[in-house]
């Protein structure tokens, strides 16, 4: 039966995998871009140009994925998405020129893009019929793989090329797809066990269809995820920067900073079930929200290298589960096409940080710029507020 529990199991446990391929994948990936820039003889701005191609991929993909979900199931298209990224991830070596790059990265971003919908909107499905907010402990995963994959494939760096270690991610992603990919696609779709009389309150909505009420609240749930995800490709990409140039701090205590911030992320991901349970969706995205403006306040403003640190622990926690609450809602709300839209407002997010901080430090200051991370997530406590209604319900 699909919805037993020995079934749900199984399956929280072959999807937690492929999140945590997917993470493991994508940062083996980016730990070798300033080699391929070095191989296609990129500059700075067309390296950007190029790496927007992954950009562009996964935005024009996410759409087209919430429908492919619809026809072909979400278990389907997580398996065949995870074949393509795993087979694309070894394409960037083999080009010579910032285009070719660009084009490939296309199929890579593509691939990621269409992955991260099906997952996540497999996802959502099990998160109803278990009736547990067990979103975070996927996106945990994925953090946990994004570790492991960094931490690989820094070590290998002096060992092997860029061809061989991504060829290795290649072979990697087809034998763990071929070990888990078909206990994935035996399990069906659970539903919801029906224990609560129709109508109830208490009953578990099926996803709405996508009028302009259920729109919108997919779209404000979208918006709470491009909050998080600025604040994350923020960090990413500035944080040590910040920390060396405004705080003096050394090249390898710089990357603590940054490093910090995914520990606190993956932890906070990890208590993340335990904590919607205790405290319910809309003070879990206050709260986190709240915590995470101020500590980047600190983070941004602090005088001194331990301190803004400090800060970032604190932004990581807050921002934890954010996205997956706001994901999970627009999945229960929309299904796939509900995952579809708010994971590329949430995508749209993380391109959007890097270059308007790089914007607003021109201006500004880059204490300054970062300050905006604190608005975003206060904004998003607010949203969390306000749609407390279609949050807990």
């Not at 389907?76 to 910032?98: D, G, I, K, N, R």
């Not at 996802?123 to 019929?129: E, K, Q, T, W």
């Not at 992603?173 to 071929?178: R, S």
Request: aromatic fraction near 6%; charged fraction near 10%; glycine fraction near 12%.
């Amino acid at each position: 039966m699909p919805g037993t529990p020995t079934n749900l199991t199984r399956l929280r446990i072959t999807l937690t995998a492929f999140f945590a391929l997917d993470g493991f994948v994508f940062a083996g990936w980016v730990v070798r871009i300033p080699a391929i820039k070095h191989q296609t003889g990129a500059s700075a701005s067309t390296l950007g140009l190029a790496l927007l191609g992954v950009s562009a991929g996964a935005v024009i993909t996410m759409m087209l994925t919430g429908r492919l979900c619809h026809r072909y199931g979400n278990h389907q298209v997580t398996v065949t998405c995870a074949v393509l990224l795993s087979l694309s991830v070894s394409l960037p070596p083999l080009t010579h020129s910032p285009l070719t790059l660009g084009l490939v990265l296309l199929v890579f971003g593509a691939a990621y893009g269409g992955i991260n919908v099906a997952f996540n909107s497999a996802a959502v499905d099990l998160v109803r019929a278990m009736r547990r907010p067990i979103m975070p402990s996927f996106h945990a995963a994925f953090s946990l793989g994004g570790m492991v994959g960094a931490g690989l494939g820094g070590l290998v760096a002096g060992i092997l090329t860029p061809a061989q270690h991504l060829f290795g991610l290649t072979v990697i992603g087809l034998l763990v797809t071929a070990l888990i990919g078909p206990t994935l696609l035996r399990l069906q779709p659970p539903t919801p066990p029906d224990d609560s009389p129709k109508g109830s309150a208490k009953e578990e909505a099926a996803p709405r269809r996508l009028d302009t009420r259920t729109r919108g609240l997919v779209f404000t749930f979208g918006l709470i995820a491009l909050c998080t995800a600025f604040g994350e490709g923020a960090l990413a990409d500035w944080s040590a920067l910040h920390l060396t140039q405004d705080l003096d701090a050394t090249a390898g205590a710089a990357a603590i900073g940054y490093s910090c911030f995914a520990l606190a992320m993956t932890v906070g991901r990890l208590t993340g079930t335990r904590l919607l349970e205790r405290l319910g969706r809309t003070r879990t995205l206050v709260s986190g929200g709240t915590i995470a403006a101020l500590g980047m306040l600190l983070g941004a403003l602090a005088p001194t290298l331990w301190a803004a640190v400090l800060g970032f622990v604190i932004t990581g926690l807050g921002l934890a589960n954010l996205f997956p609450v706001a994901v999970e809602r627009a999945g229960t709300l929309a299904g796939p096409d509900g995952v579809a839209i708010a994971s590329t407002l949430g995508y749209g997010g993380m391109l959007l940080g890097p270059p308007a901080i790089g914007f607003m430090a021109d201006w500004y200051s880059l204490p300054a710029a970062l300050t905006s991370v604190a608005v975003l997530a206060a904004a998003a406590a607010g949203i969390g507020f306000l749609t407390r209604n279609a949050a807990e319900h």
